[in-house]
């Protein structure tokens, strides 16, 4: 499909415009899913044995099930911030806040189901068995891995939505295979510390939602948890992949960029609103997480916001003016 891809106020947006539905499903390079996780792969990816699609969801709460096929490992990378419950035959493999760029993986025939209790927007690969060692397979060190933070992945991501209506199939299976070699050199964290159990993770995640505009120390933080500060930041950071001051500081800015993009409040006044004490610290770390400053995305969230507002509605009597006139 080529879709115009770019960044919004909840995360990364996919539009669909009408002429896009000229085009056959069959030449996609970034398929859309009409279920979860379900694609028909295209005859250029059969070739390759990469498939990337996107699925999105805008509802508040939604559930689903499905199992990875039996010759490929299956990789989620989210474009927005969710909640997330992932579980396997009562099993949980995971259960939290899902931050923007979380990257997920399930091993080929395993079955999973999701529970997500937000709007979610996920970036599919499902890639062949072929790109990963036969040792780690036999092994299962991929199945269940969950990474709260991976930059890698995230760059990848973002470098798919970057090409926007040039990507095709040969630049997708090049990222494609550029994330399998990555996750076959990945050591996953579980090995070296114990992971905060959940209900500890729930109580830090609540008190930071409720206190995020202040200075929270990590003595503070580790006191919630009941745990001693070393052994608290350490289980932290398996849990979540963020050292608990990194948490902290994506906290915020996510909920400026919600401040950003429906109101008009001075950068100043939103500062101080979310926890920095000066604006000059405020912008520094808005852009270092963002990529863009405070006042260059709350200028693209408001055009991407007027550009979605002036597509004119679909007249039944004059269908093929409307394409054309909305595809201009």
């Known amino acids: 499909m080529s879709t115009n891809l770019h960044a919004s106020h909840g995360g990364i947006e996919f539009p669909i415009r009408p002429r896009d539905h000229q085009i ?46 039996e010759d ?105 295979q550029t994330l399998a070699m990555h996750l076959t050199r990945l050591e996953s964290p579980r090995a070296r510390v114990n992971a905060l159990p959940k209900w500890r993770l729930r109580r ?28 608290f930041a350490a289980q932290f950071r398996a849990a979540t992949g963020y050292r608990p001051r990194e948490y902290l500081l994506n906290h915020r800015i996510e909920h400026a960029k919600t401040l950003l993009a429906t109101t008009g409040r001075p950068l100043a006044e939103i500062a101080l609103a979310v926890g920095f004490s000066t604006q000059a610290h405020f912008s520094t770390v808005f852009k270092r997480i963002s990529g863009q400053s405070p006042a260059r995305w709350r200028l693209a969230s408001k055009n991407q916001r007027f550009e979605i507002e002036a597509l004119p509605r679909r007249r039944p009597s004059a269908d093929g003016d409307w394409i054309t006139s909305a595809a201009a």
């Open 204 to 231: 830090v995640e609540q008190y930071i939602a409720d206190h995020f505009d202040r200075c929270i120390s990590l003595s503070e933080l580790a006191n919630v948890a009941g745990l001693s500060r070393m052994h």
């Open 72 to 176: 490929c490992y299956f990789v989620g990378i989210a474009l927005k911030s969710t909640r997330a419950r992932l579980t396997r035959d009562r099993q949980v493999i995971f259960d939290g806040a899902m931050p923007e760029g979380t990257l997920y993986v399930t091993a080929p025939s395993k079955p999973l189901a999701g529970q997500f209790q937000s709007p979610c927007a996920f970036l599919h690969f499902h890639i062949s068995a072929d790109h990963f060692p036969t040792q780690l397979a036999a092994a299962e060190g991929l199945n269940d891995l969950v990474l709260l933070r991976d930059p890698l992945a995230a760059e990848l991501a973002k470098a798919l939505i970057e090409r926007g209506d040039a990507a095709d199939h040969q630049f997708t299976f090049c990222i494609g």
């Open 24 to 69: 056959s499903r069959a030449t996609e390079a970034i398929a859309r899913e009409s279920q979860w996780r379900q694609v028909v792969r295209s005859p250029q990816a059969d070739i390759a044995d990469i498939t990337i699609s996107r699925w999105e969801d805008a509802r508040s709460a939604s559930s689903h099930q499905t199992t990875t096929p």
